[in-house]
T-cell receptor, first 110, second 113 residues
């Protein structure tokens, strides 16, 4: 099956710092989503981005499908950004069968 | 519009007991699925459904049954719980079946002793 690798596994930021999270995948996809899992365990949709670039406030994401990677940018980080960020991809033949990466655990210190 | 709802939020079972985790969505989504999340890991697909009356297996289906008699509901059944099924279970749904943004419920935390 498709492999999804996220880096870095852990990230500690000072409040106000910027960061980039990366997601590499091993096969062509027609579904890619970024999620934030907050400290209460809730999965929050950040972006549905199988290709291209999107922005939502301080967050933005870019997926280069031909090179099989996606990037999530966090700018001016806040303590509420803490949690685990997951990338999930769906292969072209079965886009809704998501395979999740291992996540990037982010801690933003005040 | 409640989105995807799951009940119960927490459950403790003894080995060998059975139970059903409930999932419902009010968005008229075709596609529904169940995932499990083990500590420190991403989610893994258990079962999915592309419409009422149609279900199929995901990556880790053993020990679980599903059915989809209506568009809205997609229950997950554990027939004989085992400690290896201790996990957090998430239900998800999406509008289309061929690759679409999925929305997740709040999860059910299950402990099997």
């Amino acid at each position: 099956g498709i492999q999804v690798e996220q880096s870095p596994p852990d990230l500690i930021l000072q409040e106000g710092a910027n960061s980039t999270l990366r997601c590499n995948f091993s096969d062509s996809v027609n579904n890619l989503q970024w999620f934030h899992q907050n400290p209460w365990g809730q999965l929050i949709n950040l972006f549905y981005i199988p290709s291209g670039t999107k922005q939502n406030g301080r967050l933005s994401a870019t997926t280069v499908a031909t090179e099989r990677y996606s990037l999530l940018y966090i700018s001016s980080s806040q303590t509420t950004d803490s949690g685990v960020y997951f990338c999930a991809v769906g292969p072209s033949a079965a886009g809704n069968k998501l395979t999740f990466g291992g996540g990037t655990r982010v801690l933003v210190k005040p | 519009n409640a989105g995807v709802t799951q009940t119960p939020k927490f459950q403790v079972l003894k080995t060998g007991q059975s139970m059903t985790l409930q999932c419902a969505q009010d968005m008229n989504h075709e596609y529904m699925s169940w995932y499990r999340q083990d500590p420190g890991m991403g989610l893994r697909l258990i079962h999915y459904s592309v419409g009422a009356g149609i279900t199929d297996q995901g990556e880790v289906p053993n020990g679980y049954n599903v059915s989809r008699s209506t568009t809205e509901d997609f229950p997950l059944r554990l027939l004989s719980a085992a400690p290896s099924q201790t996990s957090v279970y998430f239900c998800a749904s999406s509008w289309r079946t061929g690759g679409d943004e999925q929305y997740f419920g709040p999860g059910t935390r299950l402990t099997v002793t």
